[in-house]
Antibody
Framework: QVQLQESGPGLVKPSQTLSLTCTVS??????????WNWIRQHPGKGLEWIGY???????YYNPSLKSRVTISVDTSKNQFSLKLSSVTAADTAFYYC????????????WGQGTLVTVSS | EIVLTQSPGTLSLSPGERATLSCRAS???????LAWYQQKPGQAPRLLIY???SRAAGLPDRFSGSGSGTDFTLTISRLEPEDFAVYYC?????????FGQGTKLEIK
């Protein structure tokens, strides 16, 4: 059973960089076949796809966030990471990592999510 | 970007009743690349349906998805107490992938 777990600071100051890591267990990122997503949800609101990465390092980002987002992968640790720069209060959200099954575009396994608050 | 509009915003029903949730896209969703998720308070979304009508592993057959083009439907044939939650549709036919705003299914 694949499991994902987000980790990182729960509080980030405005203008700084949000950094989160997703650790995958029960399956290897480097085995290929799947893409790895970051998705966020503003409190009480809907879901927003941030972007994905493949084990090879290929990435694709939501154009609305592209200028501020970097997703990277560390296959040796079976982890992938999100960096979001120049954050504002509008970036306060629950951040989820999720597995994109076979690269089709839908997410079949999700982490529990982590709340990141942007505040001074 | 494809905008997904879900209706109704809130649906109040009783256990045992049939629920019909709608998801309408601003343009055609290619190859029926439409998924449905269920989210309960404090939990991550759970995949229910992909490819508009394929059930995720282990999903009870009271859940079914249908539709194509711009109109999609999630039907729950007989509501169980654990089905009351928020439901989201997602299109993955074109980038960026987008989600609907959600339908809250509440107990009447």
């Amino acid at each position: 059973q694949v499991q994902l777990q987000e980790s990182g600071p729960g509080l980030v100051k405005p203008s700084q960089t949000l950094s989160l890591t997703c650790t995958v267990s029960g399956g290897s990122i480097s085995s290929g076949g799947h893409y790895w997503n970051w998705i966020r949800q503003h409190p009480g609101k809907g879901l927003e796809w941030i972007g994905y990465i493949y084990y090879s390092g290929t990435t694709y980002y939501n154009p609305s966030l592209k200028s501020r987002v970097t997703i990277s992968v560390d296959t040796s640790k079976n982890q992938f990471s999100l960096k979001l720069s120049s954050v504002t209060a509008a970036d306060t959200a629950f951040y989820y990592c999720a597995r994109d099954r076979s690269g089709y575009g839908y997410s079949d396994y999700w982490g529990q999510g982590t709340l990141v608050t942007v505040s001074s | 970007e494809i905008v997904l509009t879900q209706s109704p915003g809130t649906l109040s029903l009783s256990p045992g009743e049939r629920a019909t949730l709608s998801c309408r896209a601003s343009q055609s969703v290619s190859s029926r690349y439409l998924a449905w998720y269920q989210q309960k308070p404090g939990q991550a979304p759970r995949l229910l349906i992909y490819g508009a009508s394929s059930r995720a592993a282990g999903l009870p057959d009271r859940f079914s998805g249908s539709g194509s083009g711009t109109d999609f439907t999630l039907t729950i044939s007989r509501l169980e107490p654990e089905d009351f939650a928020v439901y989201y549709c997602q299109q993955y036919g074109s980038s960026p992938y987008t989600f609907g705003q959600g339908t809250k299914l509440e107990i009447k």
